[in-house]
């Protein structure tokens, strides 16, 4: 049985905005939600449940910078939120700032995708057209191969994630690129 408290989008949203005013976090956010949404559903999985985790991830990142994750556990258990969706979130600073490893497929593609959207996003912006809509994975890929482009994109972190997926990053990087192209509006890349 879940806890008392299953938080709805529009509460992990208000959330969101009551900790973060920056536009880049905001958008940020925004995308991972899209692609944990998307992810979501091509498993089968529960939509809901991924997105709001996605939207929420980086909750202290802009307000607490040296207690990421552990501010965002600290945060949600005020607000009664349910464990597993604390553990999922906190579980993306594995190996960074956190202990918590990512278990469940959830956590894996969370940990997977948080810096992926960030490459994604660089390598839209470069483009003639600055949007997702007509990015595919092989440009991304070439981008990553340059280790100047988006230098704080740590690719090790990617990497790590496709493996514990037993995914290739040409798919990882597809589906980061579908998911991303649902809210392509929310977050400025059209």
């Known amino acids: 049985m879940e806890s008392v408290n299953r938080p709805s989008r529009q509460e992990a949203y208000d959330l969101l905005l009551e900790y973060n005013q920056s536009e880049s976090l905001i958008k940020h956010a925004l995308a991972v939600e899209g692609v944990m949404r998307y992810v979501a559903r091509k498993r089968g999985e529960d939509e809901e449940k991924w997105g709001i985790i996605g939207l929420i991830h980086d909750l202290d990142y802009e307000r607490f910078p040296e207690a990421h994750c552990k501010k965002t556990g600290e945060i949600l258990r005020e607000k009664n939120w349910p464990e597993e969706y604390i553990r999922a979130a906190v579980s993306h600073g594995y190996g960074i700032c956190v202990d918590i490893k990512p278990d469940t497929d959830l956590e894996k593609v969370l940990f997977a995708v948080d810096e992926l959207t960030g490459l994604v996003v660089t390598s839209a912006l470069v483009r003639p057209s600055k949007s997702v809509m007509d990015l595919e994975a092989k440009s991304v890929k070439k981008k990553w191969k340059d280790k100047r482009f988006a230098a704080g994109v740590n690719r090790e972190v990617i990497e790590t994630g496709a493996a514990m997926l037993g995914m290739d990053l040409t798919a990882l ?18």
């Open 173 to 190: 990087i597809t589906e980061t690129i579908m998911g991303m192209r649902e809210v392509a509006d929310a977050i400025g890349l059209r």
